[in-house]
């Protein structure tokens, strides 16, 4: 099941998860021209909402037994570089620490050949 | 002119910018169903997108002569509570320091009612 | 009673709260050699260290009722500007959002002569 | 030569950097009862000092040819555990990015038997 997809503006984004696992959730992002700024860049919301997703479904997919839900508290975002309209992001979120009350998970997001695009430092409360 | 609106993903989005001053920016964005999780609330990559375009903007209007422009190095999200499917949240930017080479900017995001939202901080580099 | 002065690193660097009440904390440090960079001005990490202080007391005077403590979660700060050896700082804690499980406060440094030190936004969470 | 050590606000805490190389600055620091919260475990403005000191080094030593020096302009911190009294924490910084005006560096801080204290991610601007 693609988590993200579930989600309607992550739809919207066309994000894509092809990974999901308790370690590492991988997904790629398409960098269509509406998701741009007007330089013709992915826009940085759109980069911060692409990872959001990701780290939300991995922190979902490591909840203990018997939460309700994730909800994420706070973000954190470090702009690296630019990627082109057209071009392929990938997002590769990973659990920095998973505990009973709260996760971290970071996201990297890196363009087809390798440059960096964003860190992305995600809180995510157990409900 | 509505500065948000040139940026393609801000469009999409359906960011409106009400208000553009050097020492304030105000936009409003209506909760879409598409904009939401799947718990028909505010996505959360779209809080930080929508504040990410208020922010630019300010730091847009009050870049010091002979500048090119300005990119988002870094932004920080608190979210504080939730924005449901069909209201209309309101963002407020406001300076936190403007500087020759980097600017500070924080938008503070709420519902109709006056439920808080988000608080958003963003680090601008003076292009 | 000197809140922040239970605080044994507190009272290392010299932290004074000069006011405390729930919708506001007032704290002043002195800049002496010993808190500094070789540059003569405050260390960022005396900066840091100044504003949790403050923090760390508004989330403690608003825990809810049963509460048995709080616990800084994350920190984030915004550097503005430098603080010189032999300076006052100081710094003023307000909350963003005081909840069941979790405060936000922010803290505003400033020099005697008006001129922005730091802005630190925490997320404590209720114990 | 202990670059940490330079800083007195270092020498005061009792940073030692004893590993410094432009891909990775490690350093020890002894949780002394002064360093300490009144639950005597490390302040969390200890964990941020002792970190930034870290990232500050590794920016200084990859800096561009030509640069005068750099500052700190925002530091972000996960709190992930404590550091009772007594125990000793170590640092490890390593470059998430390295460029011609900015750098961004990663600190994680674990307990001597590998228990996560914090993520630290700073960014340096070069002056």
Same mark, same amino acid.
């Given at each position: ?12 984004? #066309?994000?894509? $998860? ?7 959730? $991988? ?11 007007? +330089?013709?860049?992915?826009?940085? #919301?759109? $980069? ?13 997919? /490591?909840?203990?037994? #018997? ?9 954190? /975002?470090?702009?690296? +570089? ?11 979120? =990973?659990?920095?620490?998973? +505990?009973? =009350? ?7 997001? /890196? =363009?087809?050949? #390798? ?13």
């Amino acid at each position: 099941m693609n988590l993200a997809a579930t989600m309607p503006f992550s739809t919207l984004m #066309g994000v894509e $998860v092809i990974e999901a696992t308790k370690e590492r959730i $991988v997904g790629t992002l398409t960098v269509r021209p509406e998701l741009c700024t007007a +330089g013709h860049i992915l826009h940085g #919301g759109a $980069v911060m909402a692409f990872a959001d997703a990701l780290g939300a479904v991995g922190a979902f997919l /490591t909840l203990p037994d #018997g939460a309700k839900g994730t909800t994420t508290i706070e973000s954190k /975002t470090n702009f690296l +570089g630019s990627a082109p309209e057209g071009s392929v992001v990938t997002g590769v979120a =990973t659990p920095v620490k998973i +505990g009973k =009350t709260l996760s971290v998970w970071q996201t990297r997001l /890196t =363009t087809a050949d #390798g440059r960096d695009v964003a860190l992305v430092t995600q809180t995510q409360l157990v409900l």
